[in-house]
């Protein structure tokens, strides 16, 4: 049988190394031009393409879409059908107060909720779409948003 302390120190060595995991991983997926991690259902996503709208003009990191939470990618599903959408204020202007999106005209942008699992409001994600085919994801309400590339499909 081990003892008390020696099983602290198995915990705390455990819990270490899934900390130094997890900043790994959010340090792999932050760095612009890198490969995203594996989804959710554990396929690889593709590549980003050279040529996503909104990706040149904003100076903001491209992901595809499938490397977003999958809430993201049933939301768009929903926005490319015209909706019906699961909050009132889905497909409402989106005025770029923050102004971390390209500066353009009021009602070029409208934002789109993505749920967030186990919230009981709207939560922080968002998807924005741009009036030329733009799309664009933010997990943190506004504070800081991806090109998001719609093609890339996983492998």
Do not use: K, W
């Not at 491209?62 to 909706?83: D, H, K, N």
């Amino acid at each position: 049988m081990s003892s008390p302390r020696r099983g602290s120190s198995v915990r705390a060595a455990l819990v270490a190394l899934a900390v130094l995991a997890a900043l790994v991983l959010v340090g792999t997926f932050a760095r612009p031009g890198s490969a995203p991690p594996a989804g959710v259902d554990g396929a690889a996503c593709a590549t980003v393409s050279a040529q996503v709208p909104g990706a040149a003009a904003s100076g903001l990191p491209v992901q595809p879409l499938c490397a977003l939470p999958p809430e993201a990618a049933a939301v768009y599903a929903q926005i490319r059908a015209g909706g019906p959408y699961r909050y009132e204020r889905d497909g409402t202007v989106f005025a770029n107060a923050e102004r971390l999106l390209p500066a353009e005209p009021r009602g070029y942008y409208h934002e789109f909720t993505v749920p967030t699992p186990g919230e009981a409001d709207r939560g922080a994600r968002r998807l924005v779409t741009g009036s030329e085919q733009e799309l664009y994801y933010t997990g943190d309400h506004y504070a800081a948003f991806v090109v998001v590339d719609a093609a890339a499909v996983t492998r």
